[in-house]
C-alpha cells in the first residue's frame, strides 16, 4: 500500500520545490523516494544536506561509496534503494557482478571487502565494531576520516530507506531480481505486519 502519495514538482509547496531543485542538482533526477519526502521538506533538506557535506572531499571513492550504500540497502530490506544503486553504481564504474557481490557483502579487492565488513558491522550491530574488523579496515588503507565517511553513507542512506518502508513510494528504476530481502537482509527478528 502507498502511504503517501509522490508530490508533483509542479504543485509542490515553495520549500519543497527548493528542495527538490537541490535534489535535481544533487543526483540528476527528483526521484519518487524523493517526491514523497517532499511532504517535509525540512527532513527532505537536511538528508541532502547531509549527502552534500559528507560527499565534499571524501576519501571514498564513488565506487566504494555505491558498494556501501549498496550493501545498506540490502541490509535494510529496501528494494527500491537496491534498484537505485544498480543503476547508480554502473554509472560509476562498478559491474553488475561487482554490485551483486556488494549486495552480498563481498568484494574482490581487499580495500573494498574491509570496507563492506565494517558496513555490515555497524549496521547489523548498531554502531559497534569489532577491534577485529577496524584493525583489518585500517591495515587495508582506511583512515578514520574514511570510515567516518562510511557511518555517514549508511547513515543517509538508512534514514532514506526508512522513509522507503514507510511511505512505499512507487519503483522508478528496473527491479533487481537477484535481491531477496530474507537473504540479504539483516535479522532484527520478525517485521511489523499490519
Sequence with gaps: MVKLSAIAPDTASEDAK?????????FGAVINLFRVTGHAPNVLKGILALNKHVGDGTELSSAQVE????????LNRCDYCVNVHM???K?????EKALLDAMAGTADDPKAQALLDFTNEV???????SDITVTRARQNGLSNKALLE??????IYTTLQYVRHFANPEHDFPMVTAFNADQHGSDD???YTS
Design 150 to 155: 562510511c557511518i555517514g553513507i549508511i547513515g
Design 189 to 191: 527478528g520478525p517485521l
Design 123 to 129: 549496521v547489523r550491530n548498531r554502531g559497534l565494531v
Design 87 to 89: 543503476q547508480v553504481g
Design 91 to 95: 554509472g560509476a564504474g562498478l559491474s
Design 67 to 74: 558498494q556501501v550504500a549498496m550493501l545498506v540497502s540490502a
Design 18 to 26: 527548493e528542495a527538490f531543485g537541490e535534489a535535481q542538482q544533487q
